[in-house]
């Protein structure tokens, strides 16, 4: 399964054709004064089209000394393989990374397969450059470039485990108990991401462990586990995470974290994992009887290489995220299971600075309601929305469920 994924990875990339909106992938044979398009949503469907035996079944007149050239258009990036003339060469271009390289072999066979050998040993880093290429301009890959990308969610959930933001489970920042807390959350988010729908689903799992010592000094372990459709091509991810929160007074406390994450698609053909360090600082106070939240964080993400087979995938992306918000929570008069309730009402902007990114800016507006977690009682159950925005036209809705305990 490794190897298929990583092959499909590698031969993906062989082909070029202007996008067509909502499709992952387009395919266009052009030979013999025919074309034929169609279309896929996984990589590995593209992989059995693209290879010589299958120019046969796709144009019916071709030959093994016939002119022809396949052209894919692979999450909005183009490139280009052809057989220029009646002789074995083959050309393979990917026009926004100025690539272009030849191979000739006795057939055409073995033009493809010193092909594949050149990708293999990922020759002048071509994998590198194509996966990098891949994050700076489309919009839905899974490992960085927009909100719903591996990078950021690791990012999001250092964010909320320092901050008394919440939109599905509560910080806990002034709680003094000495009891652990086990938090399990749903959310399910739905985004517009240039020409293409993505739906999200995230379990967040939080285990929060208190000092005996020090019950407001808290050692957080969490792990969002996390399930992307874009146009039918699935993808997955999940970001350990260990933090620990230390209050510097009553008002302030800082929480340095690390966290290692993996993301996977056989259908988009992608796979990484990223290591992050992050440190969050969240300064609260009280505005009559509205608390007020301010949070701060920089984290920096390194992703590292992904070995399978004869390949070695690695984005080699290097990135720094600036989050900064305010949050303001007040309590209501109403009871929920007899327990006192509150409203909070959050706006948080998030920067990537470092490698292109595709989507490197964008702004959470999140407002929930539920139980309010007091000094005695840590049970807690909120439900709440979150609008997203970002630049290049991203934009969707989240709706987060949430309860402590």
Same mark, same amino acid.
């Given at each position: 399964?490794?190897?298929?994924? %990583?092959?499909?990875?590698?031969?993906?990339?062989?082909v070029?054709?202007?996008?067509?909106?909502?499709?992952?992938?387009?395919?266009?044979?052009?030979s013999?004064?025919?074309?034929?398009?169609?279309?896929?949503?996984?990589?590995?469907?593209i992989?059995?089209?693209?290879?010589?035996? &299958?120019?046969d079944a796709?144009?019916?007149?071709?030959t093994?000394? &016939? $002119?022809?050239?396949?052209?894919?258009?692979?999450?909005g990036?183009?490139?280009?393989?052809?057989?220029? !003339?009646?002789?074995?060469?083959?050309?393979?271009?990917?026009?926004?990374?100025n690539? &272009?390289?030849?191979?000739t072999?006795?057939?055409?066979?073995?033009?493809?397969?010193?092909?594949?050998d050149? %990708?293999?040993s990922?020759?002048?880093?071509?994998?590198?450059?194509?996966?990098q290429?891949?994050?700076?301009?489309t919009?839905?890959?899974p490992?960085?470039?927009?909100?719903s990308?591996?990078?950021?969610?690791?990012?999001?959930?250092?964010?909320?485990?320092?901050?008394?933001?919440?939109?599905d489970?509560?910080?806990?920042?002034?709680?003094? &108990?000495?009891?652990?807390t086990?938090?399990?959350?749903?959310?399910?988010g739905?985004?517009?991401?240039?020409?293409?729908d993505?739906?999200? +689903?995230?379990?967040?799992?939080?285990?929060t462990f208190?000092?005996?010592s020090?019950?407001?000094?808290?050692?957080?372990?969490?792990?969002?586990?996390?399930?992307?459709?874009?146009e039918?091509?699935?993808?997955?991810?999940?970001?350990?995470? %260990?933090?620990y929160?230390?209050?510097?007074?009553?008002?302030?406390?800082l929480?340095?974290a690390?966290r290692?994450?993996g993301?996977?698609?056989?259908?988009?053909?992608?796979?990484?994992?990223?290591?992050?360090?992050?440190?969050?600082?969240?300064?609260?106070?009280?505005?009559?009887e509205?608390? $007020?939240?301010?949070?701060?964080?920089?984290?920096?993400?390194?992703?590292?290489s992904?070995?399978?087979g004869?390949?070695?995938?690695?984005?080699?992306?290097?990135n720094?995220?600036?989050?900064?918000?305010? !949050?303001?929570?007040?309590?209501?008069?109403?009871?929920?299971?007899?327990?006192?309730t509150?409203?909070h009402?959050d706006?948080?902007?998030?920067?990537?600075f470092?490698?292109d990114?595709?989507?490197?800016?964008?702004?959470?507006?999140?407002?929930s309601? !539920?139980t309010?977690?007091?000094?005695?009682?840590?049970?807690? %159950?909120?439900?709440?929305?979150? +609008?997203?925005?970002?630049?290049?036209?991203?934009?969707? !809705?989240?709706?987060?469920?949430?309860?402590?305990?």
């Amino acid at each position: 399964m490794k190897r298929k994924l %990583l092959t499909a990875v590698v031969l993906a990339f062989l082909v070029a054709t202007p996008a067509h909106a909502r499709d992952l992938f387009s395919l266009t044979a052009e030979s013999e004064g025919e074309t034929v398009t169609v279309t896929f949503d996984a990589i590995e469907d593209i992989v059995d089209a693209v290879d010589s035996s &299958s120019l046969d079944a796709l144009v019916n007149a071709y030959t093994p000394t &016939s $002119v022809a050239t396949l052209t894919l258009d692979i999450r909005g990036l183009p490139a280009t393989v052809s057989y220029p !003339g009646a002789g074995t060469t083959l050309i393979f271009t990917v026009p926004s990374l100025n690539i &272009s390289e030849s191979f000739t072999g006795a057939t055409r066979d073995a033009s493809q397969q010193l092909f594949e050998d050149f %990708l293999e040993s990922d020759g002048a880093g071509i994998l590198k450059k194509i996966l990098q290429q891949l994050a700076a301009t489309t919009p839905i890959d899974p490992v960085a470039g927009n909100p719903s990308s591996l990078m950021a969610v690791m990012g999001a959930a250092d964010f909320d485990n320092g901050t008394d933001f919440s939109g599905d489970q509560p910080a806990g920042g002034e709680q003094v &108990s000495n009891r652990n807390t086990l938090g399990l959350g749903l959310r399910y988010g739905s985004y517009s991401a240039g020409d293409y729908d993505q739906s999200v +689903y995230t379990l967040p799992i939080k285990y929060t462990f208190r000092l005996d010592s020090d019950p407001s000094k808290q050692l957080i372990l969490d792990i969002p586990i996390s399930y992307v459709d874009t146009e039918g091509g699935k993808s997955y991810a999940a970001a350990l995470g %260990l933090g620990y929160r230390l209050p510097i007074n009553n008002q302030w406390s800082l929480t340095p974290a690390v966290r290692v994450g993996g993301a996977g698609s056989v259908d988009l053909g992608s796979a990484a994992v990223i290591y992050s360090g992050s440190l969050t600082s969240n300064y609260n106070f009280n505005w009559d009887e509205i608390k $007020v939240a301010i949070g701060n964080m920089a984290a920096q993400f390194k992703t590292t290489s992904i070995s399978a087979g004869d390949y070695s995938i690695d984005y080699d992306l290097n990135n720094t995220m600036i989050k900064n918000g305010i !949050g303001f929570e007040g309590q209501t008069d109403y009871t929920i299971f007899d327990k006192p309730t509150s409203w909070h009402f959050d706006v948080a902007h998030s920067a990537f600075f470092g490698d292109d990114l595709y989507v490197d800016s964008y702004l959470d507006i999140s407002m929930s309601y !539920g139980t309010k977690a007091t000094n005695a009682v840590l049970d807690n %159950l909120r439900i709440g929305l979150t +609008y997203t925005v970002g630049n290049n036209s991203y934009d969707g !809705g989240r709706i987060n469920f949430g309860y402590t305990f």
